[in-house]
């Protein structure tokens, strides 16, 4: 298939993490469709790196990968915490941080 | 050592004085700081004596040296240098002023003795003296004004040296805010006078006078007249004179040796110092001259009917300074100066004595309260009485010869300064007949209860110490004066003191006897060479003349007072109620206080309050802090809202920055 | 042949992705992921990136989906979480201008490899062998960095997610913290400390809060307005 295709999902993919970022209350599926949009960008650079021929663009998504899990691991840490002290898990409550 | 060298120790010794003093105020026991300031003053004049030998070595040309210590700034055209002027003038004043101050500073180790400031008053008097010899022996006008502006300080913090008295830093302030006036004067005046003459030392200005302004030209007439407006706060001439009765909040020996002997006699130095520019402005010199002749009468009327002991001798340094400023605007300098020499042996010890009086008194100024103390003080009363004769020109006294110079001077110019020279005449009647007033008030007729009790050698004292003025409660605490009082009776350093003086009331008139020794006449030419009044021959016989109308004058006035008080006891309530409107006219002092108070007190209050409450609140507070911290606020506010703390709020709004970002690029690159 | 794959992958890739967005309980949203990510190894399969591919079924689909399943497992939560009017309409209308954006920038940009297959297949393109090469030599510094990123979010769970001991028990902690989130009005202040407004408590911050904003510039005049004599 051309890569053109490829792309074409890549773009769709990454709009659908977006709108589920904007819809969604739960910070996990927040993060998840964080991950949705990361995955998106994995595939635009795997494409792209296959259509020059040359291997940096999977150097990079292996990078993105790195980047991803770390950020998972640390947004998951602050879920539990905001879970062990009670606080609701709904990002709409969570907005004193404002003004 | 040189004259100029002596010149310069005569400035160091009180200087060193006041820093030795102040710094180690706490550390002087008993009266040692006393000591310390009477010896920097002695010092002082020691070196005025080595100076006035070594300047008599010179010929007569070469008598005006000048001594630049070190140059500030030769910049722009100013050329600004710490200088003295060692000439017969300024050797002159410093004699007079380190002589006097010395006596004063002996009176006051005991006057102020146990007295809570005692450190801080030599400090500050040393300080004055400085000050004073400082503006006498400058040699540039720049000097002149940092010894002016130092005096001034001086005068400011000796006044309200008692400063938990209200009245006495009232006064204080009146004082200074009168004297700031007669600063700007002296200030401007220097202005315009650099303006024209591109420099501003003394010698080269008065050399060349004559090429760099035109005679009787607006510059110099301007110049001259704001001179004399800084001559005339200084000298508590009309209309800026009413600080002096009010100086005499300060303790006495302050009253003796600021605004008796020396500081008010600052103007006339400027206006003989600056003779020069004011012979070539005759019209400012006539002012002064007129001012001069106005003020000796009011200030003679005035003194008429005070009942304080001390503004009655304030009132007459007024007058007689009155005759001195009139004496150096006519042209009459050496007589002038003379009149100041004598002035301040006599006024000092008039003060002294006065001191002695009010010790006796326990505080009390009041003449009502006063009487038949001949008794008890018989010491105080010769000298009381020595000053009087001597003030009121009664020969052989000093100030028969000095004062009737002038008035001769007056006449012999003649035209319409004929007039000065009666209104001068004028003035030393009532010059006798107040200061007869005075001593026939406080030492004949009945003992008071203090007099008597002195007479059994009891000193009275106050129970509880009280404001002379106002009869308010005080303590004797820091900032209030001292709980003993002293009379020269009992204490050797006033007496020494007021001897002196008393001395040299008596025969300090006998090196000017004109026809005879023209001591002072002499001494002075050199300054004086350039002035075309100065070597007018006011001849013997006119002089006699006018020294013998003075002498029966004198004796007039103190014919009168004795009428007045001893001979018909009841003629003063008779004259009071027979006269009231004028009584009452003069009792204040001729509403000079009230025209003050409302021509620039207050205006000058109302335009403070307006500024505070209009312009302070609504303007500054209100528009420029108020609103540009309210802009910032709103400005903020506004911005604020952005943050709303709804994550997906700043994620849909990132995502729609993007999109128009990558829109932007689509666009801007097809 | 490869076309077909490639579009099963897509659209499994694609249903995932929806599901991830519109299932509510999160449990199925991450099995929802997990299958989305499986689809998008095969799709890196097609584009000869195998590695990448492997790395992302063992890394991403094998550790950080498992650690999503256990948090989820942990913290749970499944009542109706769907957004308020607004954002339900207008985050998807963002979403799909965002995504017509991408497609004009990608498609339409003119690029020469767009429509091709790819550039000539040279033996070894995306094998370890080749991927390693370039890690060690060209990317070694954003390698060695990212290792150290793993060290320090490794590190961040572990202190984000641990329980204090020793400290007052967590229902007093969070009392506490909401207690020190809500203080009376005016604490600290200087009118506290000049004793003109003393701290009142009961007193609600939010309408005080707005009480106070709306005088502004008020305090510093009334103290000094004396009415002072010369």
């Keep these: ?99 | 050592m040189s004259a100029t060298t002596a010149g310069w120790l005569v400035l160091l010794c009180p200087l060193v004085g006041t820093i030795v003093i102040a710094l180690g105020y706490r550390v002087w026991p008993g009266r040692s700081a006393g000591w310390i300031g009477t010896l920097a003053i002695a010092l002082s004049f020691v070196f005025s004596v080595i100076a006035f030998a070594k300047l008599l070595s010179f010929s007569p040309d070469h008598r005006q040296l000048t001594s630049t210590l070190w140059n500030y700034d030769v910049s722009a055209g100013v050329d600004a240098k710490l200088q003295i002027l060692v000439d017969p003038l300024s050797v002159f004043m410093i004699l007079v002023v380190s002589g006097v101050s010395t006596l004063i500073h002996l009176y006051s180790v005991t006057y102020m003795t146990r007295d809570r400031g005692f450190t801080r008053y030599f400090s500050y008097l040393n300080y004055f003296v400085f000050s004073m010899l400082l503006l006498v022996l400058a040699g540039n006008f720049l000097v002149l004004i940092v010894g002016w502006a130092f005096v001034g300080a001086a005068s400011y913090l000796l006044i309200s040296f008692w400063y938990r008295r209200t009245t006495a830093t009232r006064a204080g302030i009146k004082a200074f805010v009168i004297n700031t006036v007669g600063d700007v004067g002296l200030v401007i005046a220097t202005f315009i006078i650099f303006q024209h003459a591109h420099t501003v030392q003394f010698l080269p200005v008065f050399h060349s006078v004559h090429h760099d302004f035109v005679r009787n030209g607006t510059p110099i007439v301007a110049a001259c007249l704001l001179l004399l407006v800084g001559a005339l706060a200084k000298s508590a001439q009309v209309p800026l004179h009413t600080w002096l009765p009010d100086a005499m909040e300060g303790p006495t020996p302050v009253s003796a040796l600021i605004h008796a002997a020396t500081m008010v006699t600052a103007g006339v130095y400027l206006i003989a110092r600056m003779h020069a520019l004011f012979e070539w402005a005759p019209t400012a010199a006539d002012v002064g001259a007129i001012v001069g002749c106005l003020t000796l009468l009011i200030a003679g009327t005035v003194a008429l009917v005070m009942t304080d002991i001390k503004r009655v001798i304030a009132y007459s340094t007024m007058s007689q300074i009155g005759y001195m400023i009139m004496g150096v605007s006519l042209g009459a300098y050496s007589a002038g100066l003379f009149h100041l020499m004598t002035h301040a042996f006599f006024k000092a010890l008039l003060f002294m004595a006065a001191g002695s009086v009010i010790g006796a008194m326990a505080g009390e100024q009041s003449l009502d309260r006063m009487g038949g103390f001949r008794r008890a003080l018989p010491f105080t009363f010769i000298c009381f009485l020595v000053g009087g004769l001597a003030l009121g020109g009664f020969p052989p006294f000093s100030g028969w010869l000095s004062k009737d110079d002038i008035i001769a001077f007056a006449d012999h110019r003649g035209g319409a300064f004929l007039i000065l020279g009666i209104a001068g005449y004028a003035g030393a009647l009532l010059t006798g007949i107040y200061t007869f007033r005075m001593i026939f008030r406080t030492f004949f007729g009945d003992p008071v209860p203090e007099a008597v009790e002195l007479e059994h050698g009891h000193l009275a004292h106050a129970e509880v110490p009280r404001n002379p003025m106002t009869g308010e409660e005080e303590d004797t605490d820091v900032g209030f004066p001292g709980p003993d009082h002293f009379i020269a009776e009992r204490e050797w350093p006033m007496k020494i003191a007021m001897g002196a003086l008393a001395v040299l009331a008596l025969i300090g008139g006998l090196i000017q006897i004109p026809g005879v020794d023209d001591g002072v006449t002499k001494f002075l030419d050199p300054t004086f060479a350039d002035s075309k009044y100065y070597h007018v021959d006011v001849r013997a016989a006119p002089a006699w003349v006018g020294l013998v109308i003075g002498a029966l004058i004198a004796i007039a006035g103190i014919a009168i007072a004795y009428r007045i008080y001893i001979a018909r006891r009841g003629t003063a309530a008779q004259l009071r109620e027979r006269f009231a409107a004028a009584y009452t006219f003069l009792w204040h002092k001729w509403y000079f206080d009230e025209l003050i108070d409302f021509l620039i007190v207050r205006p000058a209050l109302w335009t403070g309050r307006f500024v505070q409450s209009v312009l302070e609140r609504n303007l500054i507070q209100g528009v420029f802090t108020g609103g540009t911290t309210g802009a910032v606020r709103a400005g903020s506010a506004a911005v604020r809202r952005a943050q709303t703390g709804f994550v997906r709020y700043y994620a849909a709004l990132m995502i729609v920055c993007i999109g128009g970002v990558a829109l932007y690029f689509l666009i801007s690159s097809s | 042949m490869s076309a077909v794959l490639f579009f099963i992958a897509a659209i499994g890739a694609l249903t995932g992705a929806i599901g991830v967005v519109i299932l509510r309980d999160p449990f199925y949203c991450v099995l929802a992921l997990a299958v989305h990510l499986v689809s998008l190894a095969a799709l890196f399969l097609l584009l000869r990136a195998e590695f990448v591919a492997a790395a992302q079924v063992i890394v991403y689909a094998g550790a950080v989906m498992v650690l999503y399943v256990f948090v989820v497992a942990y913290v749970g939560g499944g009542e109706s979480l769907t957004s308020g009017a607004v954002l339900r309409v207008l985050g998807p209308l963002f979403a799909l201008a965002l995504a017509i954006e991408l497609c004009i920038a990608m498609l339409g940009a003119g690029l020469k490899g767009v429509s091709s297959k790819g550039a000539p297949y040279v033996l070894g393109f995306g094998t370890p062998a080749h991927l390693g090469r370039l890690f060690l030599t060209q990317y070694l510094l954003p390698f060695e960095i990212a290792s150290i990123l793993l060290l320090v979010a490794a590190v961040g769970a572990v202190v984000l997610a641990r329980r204090r001991r020793g400290l007052e028990a967590e229902g007093e902690r969070i009392d506490a913290f909401l207690l020190a989130a809500r203080r009376p009005a005016y604490t600290g202040t200087m009118a506290e400390g000049a004793g003109i407004r003393p701290a009142t408590q009961n007193v609600d911050y939010a309408i005080e809060a707005e009480r106070v904003g709306s005088g502004a510039g008020d305090g510093t005049g009334s103290g000094s307005n004396q009415e002072g004599g010369w």
């Design chain 1, 1 to 99: 298939m051309a890569i053109g295709w490829y792309l074409t999902v890549s773009a769709l993919i990454f709009s659908i993490g977006a709108a589920g970022v904007l819809v969604r209350r739960n910070p996990l599926v927040i993060l998840l469709c964080l991950e949705l949009m990361l995955n998106g960008a994995n595939l635009a650079l795997v494409a792209f790196s296959r259509m020059w021929g040359g291997e940096d663009g999977q150097i990079f998504a292996l990078i993105v990968m790195v980047v991803a899990a770390a950020e998972v691991t640390v947004g998951l840490g602050l879920v539990v915490a905001i879970y062990r002290l009670r606080m609701p898990i709904d990002v709409d409550q969570l907005s004193e941080l404002q003004g």
